[in-house]
């Protein structure tokens, strides 16, 4: 008998496209998890940057230290910025900000920590911040109507099966790590690839749809630690994962709960009765 999913991962990535962070619990939100891309960078025209136009972003990391979010070079902690965690949004300038063909008001941090970014990534760079009061829609084409998301590309969460990542492995000379694909949640039990097909399922009490598989793009292809890229897994993924024009690996989800509530690691992952 294959066992039942279990969340055996919680992940968040506070600044949209920088290194994430494993939780051991995590607070579910309409937006997604809480502090999940909430803050983004962008350049001089108020456009996102990611690691598509950047791969050296996946070199810097990501704490939350409170009363601060901490952003470090992976290989040398020491060279750091502190970012206030809790933002008063009326104490900093607004910019109309762009992500995919969406445009939303956000709130533009310091000079000096804009600066950090720029000096550190080789561009004139903006650190902005998505207070309460934005709503950013999600893609209304799948996701149900008044569902709103963070900086996240699309939709508030993605989960993928640890079984999905083994299958894969298994067919490329070199096995990839999880962090390749940036989930929020991954689970153990079940067979390979089955979040393609799940609709309303529950975890710890909460409930989440499932509602687009997820198009992945070069970011895949860049290796975390290094920021090298190379071909896989998008070559090998292709052979076997492409739908249409669309190579596809994991599921993106919204949360059906009215009050925000905990998911924990080890949580059961139910589907809906």
Known sequence: MTPSPTLSEIWIY?????????????????????YDRRWMLVDDTGRFV????????????????PPYLSVFWKSKPSENVQIPLEIEASEFPKLRVE??????????????????FSHHLGQNLRLVYM?????????????PPGHHVSFADGFPY???????LDD????????????????????????????DTWEQFSINLQPFQGVKPCA????????????????????????????????????NVVWLGM??????????????K
């Not at 990611?50 to 230290?65: V, Y």
């Open 168 to 195: 894969l492995n298994t067919r490329l000379a070199q096995a990839l790590p999880m962090n390749r694909f940036r989930p929020n949640f991954v689970f153990t039990g079940g067979q390979p690839f089955e979040e």
């Open 259 to 272: 009050e925000e509530s905990l998911v924990r690691v080890g949580d059961l992952i139910q589907p809906a």
């Open 131 to 143: 207070p309460n009061t934005t709503r950013r829609r999600a893609d209304g084409r799948y996701a």
């Open 14 to 34: 506070p600044i949209k496209s920088l290194g994430g962070i494993a939780l051991k619990e995590a607070v579910a939100e309409v937006r997604g998890l809480r």
């Open 216 to 251: 992945r793009c070069t970011i895949t292809t860049t290796d975390q630690d290094t920021a090298a890229r190379a071909a896989e897994p998008l070559k090998t993924l292709a052979t076997f994962r492409k739908f249409g024009n669309r190579i596809l690996f994991g599921q």
């Open 50 to 65: 990611t690691q598509r136009e950047i791969p050296t972003m996946a070199l810097l990391g990501t704490a939350i230290e």
């Open 99 to 116: 992500i995919w063909g969406d445009k939303c008001p956000a709130r533009v941090l310091s000079n000096e920590i804009n600066q950090w």
């Open 158 to 164: 993605l989960i993928i099966g640890q079984a999905s």
